[in-house]
């Protein structure tokens, strides 16, 4: 059986190597710039919101380090078919999981396959990586001009 950590980056060198909604939404309502300056992390996401409130189309362009392009496959996958009632809990909790603690476990049950990169705990250094696409999300879900940093 593995462990957490071999999940990880399993599931990191997948979602790189092949991301899932990469490319520019065909027909799109919503759009933000993110932008790491740490480590050059660049990132665009483009969302659907239909008129009931559900994220029925999303996803990303950009270029970046692994941790960032995987989150962001994983981000897409996630989000999409969720209404925007329900982004705020998912943004909030998957920050809380990848700043909280070593020692406590993530929630899978909320996180689903996000749970996975709880690992990114364990380099600080990655964090702003994993969560760039979120911050973009939030930026184009509010409709905010500005680029979206993780500083």
């Given amino acids: 059986m593995f462990e957490l950590r071999d999940l990880y980056q ?16 065909e027909h799109y309502n919503h759009d933000a710039d993110g932008y ?27 270029e970046g380090c692994a941790i ?12 999409k078919g ?12 998957f920050q809380h999981m990848v700043t909280a603690d070593l020692s ?13 990169l709880s690992g990114v705990r364990e380099f ?3 964090i702003k990586c994993a969560v760039l696409c979120w911050h973009t999300m939030k930026s184009a879900v509010e409709d905010s001009s500005e680029v979206a940093r993780t500083e």
């Fill in 82 to 93: 969720t209404p925007v009632a329900e982004f705020k809990e998912k943004f909030d909790t």
């Fill in 68 to 79: 960032s392009v995987a989150s962001a496959s994983l981000m897409t996958e996630t989000l």
């Fill in 36 to 62: 790491n300056p740490l480590c050059g992390d660049r990132l665009h996401v483009y969302l659907n919101i239909n008129d009931e409130g559900i994220i029925d189309g999303v996803s990303f362009e950009g």
């Fill in 10 to 25: 399993q599931v990191i060198v997948d979602h790189n190597k092949a991301p899932r909604n990469f490319g520019k939404l």
């Fill in 124 to 126: 600080p250094s990655r």
């Fill in 104 to 116: 406590e476990e993530p929630d899978t049950e909320k996180l689903g396959k996000l749970a996975v």
